[in-house]
Structure formats: structure tokens, C-alpha cells
């Protein structure tokens, strides 16, 4: 059986040696690599070719968030689970919104990581109990808003092609020939339909909907 690949991103060392040494009692596992920071954890998923990535939120540098839309970006068939010790909403609901595979605190038992890892490999989403209420809560809230419609036009596609390419605003204006200001007023719209909240997550969402 060919071990599922793993790499860990996090700023802790004691929580990098606990998955380590967690992973190190199921063959069916291998731990490829470790990184402290964002950074080098993008190159290590470009060198080890990782099947589940698993990410904290808050690292020294680039945010989790931050590295999470850089991968997909890179990678967008890539199973990324957020392992961490914060339950915020907004960053459980960014997570999801961005394309993790699942969200889980670093509070759960050996077994219920061991499980998320397997439920992601298989491409399953994996959420833990504590934030299961949050998703549901925010998903009948949203359901109450009027909703725009889920299509793109021309021009904003057009300008997403230009964000993935990572084009600044003065650059999709000076292409679009539209100031800057027309720029960021589309791009609200944008947000709205791909349901992001930042450039990075509205490029990588577009890439992993295929709309790019």
C-alpha cells in the first residue's frame, strides 16, 4: 500500500514532534516533510508533492489564510486541512470559503485527527464538532440575505484572469483601461458572487471553480 503523503505546516515545534510522532504509529502514513513559516512551507508543497497538507491559521509572516490561497493558487487539486487552535468564524468560514478540505482544532483527539487525515485523502471535508455550529449558523444566516446572482459577466472574468496572474489594480485598470477606483468598485461584486473576501481568495477560487 502506498503511504499517504503528509506535509505539516506550523510554527510550533512541540505541535510539529506531536504529529510526527502520531504519524509514525499507522504504516499507512508518511511524514514527508516539516515548515515553521508560510513560505517555506509553499516550496516544500512544490518539492514533496504532499496528498494532505496540514496548515495552521496564525504563523510568523503570511497567516495560514494567506499561505492556504498561495497553494491553491499554485495547486488547486490540493487537500489542505487546517489544523488549529482558533474557532473564530471568520476564520473557519474564510478557510472553507478559500477551498480547505476541512477545519479542525488542535484539540481533537489522536484518532480524530487520524480520521480527518483519511476523510481528506479521500476527498471528503472534515469540520471538528466545535465549529460544526458556526458553519450551520452562517449558512442559514446567508440563506436569509438576498442573493446576487451566481454568474460572471465578461469583464469580470476578465479581470480575474488578470488577478490570478497576480496583476496589481493599476495593472488590471491600465489593461481594462478603467481607473483604479473602477477597478475596486468591480471587484466588490466579484467578492460577493465567489463569496471571498480578499484578491488571494477571489484567484483562487476562480481557479478552483474552473472559471479561469
Same mark, same amino acid.
Given at each position: 500500500?502506498?503511504?499517504?503523503?503528509?506535509?505539516?505546516?506550523?510554527?510550533?515545534?512541540?505541535?510539529?514532534?506531536?504529529?510526527?510522532?502520531?504519524?509514525?504509529?499507522?504504516?499507512?502514513?508518511?511524514l514527508v516533510g516539516e515548515a515553521d513559516n508560510g513560505a517555506d512551507g509553499l516550496n516544500l508543497v512544490q518539492t514533496a508533492h504532499p496528498d494532505v497538507i496540514l496548515l495552521d491559521i496564525r504563523m510568523p509572516g503570511e497567516s495560514g489564510l494567506d499561505?492556504?490561497?498561495? %497553494?491553491?493558487?499554485?495547486?488547486?487539486a490540493a487537500r489542505v486541512l487546517m489544523?488549529? +487552535?482558533?474557532? =473564530? /468564524? $471568520?476564520y473557519v468560514m474564510t478557510a472553507l470559503r478559500s477551498g480547505a478540505c476541512g477545519y479542525v482544532l488542535k484539540s481533537v483527539?489522536?484518532?480524530?485527527?487520524?480520521?480527518?487525515?483519511?476523510?481528506?485523502?479521500?476527498?471528503?471535508?472534515?469540520?471538528?464538532?466545535?465549529?460544526?455550529?458556526?458553519? %450551520?449558523?452562517?449558512?442559514?444566516?446567508?440563506?436569509?440575505?438576498?442573493?446576487?446572482? +451566481?454568474?460572471? =459577466? /465578461? $469583464?469580470?472574468i476578465a479581470i480575474l484572469r488578470l488577478l490570478v496572474k497576480?496583476?496589481?489594480?493599476?495593472?488590471?485598470?491600465?489593461?481594462?483601461?478603467?481607473?483604479?477606483?473602477t477597478v475596486k468598485r468591480k471587484l466588490r461584486p466579484i467578492f460577493e458572487?465567489?463569496?471571498?473576501?480578499?484578491?488571494?481568495?477571489?484567484a483562487a477560487e476562480a481557479v478552483r471553480r474552473g472559471i479561469v
Open positions: 500500500m502506498t503511504p499517504i503523503r503528509i506535509i505539516v505546516i506550523d510554527d510550533h515545534p512541540i505541535v510539529r514532534q506531536g504529529i510526527s510522532s502520531l504519524l509514525s504509529n499507522y504504516r499507512e502514513f508518511a499561505v492556504l490561497a498561495a %497553494i491553491l493558487r499554485q495547486q488547486p489544523l488549529t +487552535s482558533f474557532d =473564530d /468564524e $471568520e483527539s489522536d484518532d480524530q485527527l487520524v480520521n480527518a487525515i483519511r476523510a481528506v485523502h479521500r476527498g471528503e471535508k472534515v469540520l471538528s464538532s466545535q465549529v460544526t455550529d458556526q458553519v %450551520i449558523r452562517h449558512a442559514l444566516t446567508e440563506q436569509s440575505k438576498p442573493q446576487r446572482p +451566481s454568474t460572471l =459577466d /465578461e $469583464e469580470e497576480g496583476a496589481s489594480n493599476a495593472d488590471i485598470g491600465e489593461t481594462l483601461f478603467m481607473s483604479q477606483t458572487t465567489l463569496n471571498v473576501q480578499t484578491r488571494a481568495q477571489a
